[in-house]
């Protein structure tokens, strides 16, 4: 199984705030990374795909980067709207797994 | 736009069977990968498996023995059964459609609202 391994699990941010979330793979995956975005008792979303693809909806405050192993979600000018729960996903390989998630707070 | 919807018992008990349907509905079943995912209560999200429209699966080796995914075309629907059920399976399952490019499985998108199954005698 290939392993995503996201960081950190949490984290406490203000409004206007930069954040960054990591998510390293265990293996090569190419681009076939996503991240979602879930707030609580919702279903997640598709926010960034194909590592830099920033999904129709979400404002350009939102970015993706990284290559190979390494994977970044940048959140520039945090919004009240923005405090939620974030995974990471590679479909590389089966199984296609999660991150554990980052769970982004006041 | 598509969309998604699960359905089936919110309750089931030890050792049987969990059966959810995924309806599809706004768009074609006859293309991508439809998928089932879960979330434990509190917790983070497990991919279990997802079947092909051609009618291929693939499954999470962590489940594979207990689980079947399957797709009825006709119907417009695909299907979950998860065999010997323990607590550990209570979770909240989520149904996705796996877009797919160049026959790859891409990003799920989008998904069902969810549907709460709790494993309890």
């Known amino acids: 199984d290939i392993q995503m391994t996201q960081s950190p699990a949490s984290l406490s941010a203000s409004v206007g705030d930069r954040v960054t979330i990591t998510c390293r793979a265990s293996q090569t995956i190419g681009r076939y990374f996503n991240w979602y975005q879930q707030k609580p008792g919702r279903a997640p979303n598709v926010l960034i795909f194909?590592?830099?693809t920033l999904q129709v909806g979400f404002p350009s405050r939102f970015s993706g980067s990284g290559f190979g192993t390494e994977f970044t979600l940048t959140i520039n000018d945090l919004q009240p709207e923005d405090f939620a729960t974030y995974y990471c996903?590679?479909?590389?390989?089966?199984?296609?797994?999660f991150g554990q998630g980052t769970k982004v707070e006041i | 736009q598509v969309q998604l919807q699960e359905s089936g018992p919110g309750l089931v008990k030890p050792w049987e069977t969990l059966s959810l349907t995924c309806n599809v509905s706004g768009g074609s079943i006859n293309s991508d990968y439809w998928a089932w995912i879960r979330q434990p209560p509190g917790k983070g999200l497990e991919w279990i498996g997802d079947v092909h429209y051609g009618g291929s699966t693939n499954y999470n080796p962590s489940l594979k023995s207990r689980v079947t995914i399957s797709i009825d075309m006709s119907r417009k629907h695909f299907f979950l059964k998860l065999a010997s059920v323990t607590t550990a399976d209570t979770a909240v399952y989520f149904c996705?459609?796996?877009?797919?490019?160049?026959?790859?499985?891409?990003?799920?998108?989008?998904w069902g609202q969810g549907t709460l199954v709790t494993v309890s005698s």
């Open positions: 996903q590679q479909t590389y390989g089966v199984p296609r797994t």
């Open positions: 996705g459609r796996g877009k797919t490019g160049s026959g790859h499985f891409l990003e799920l998108d989008p």
């Open positions: 194909d590592v830099s």
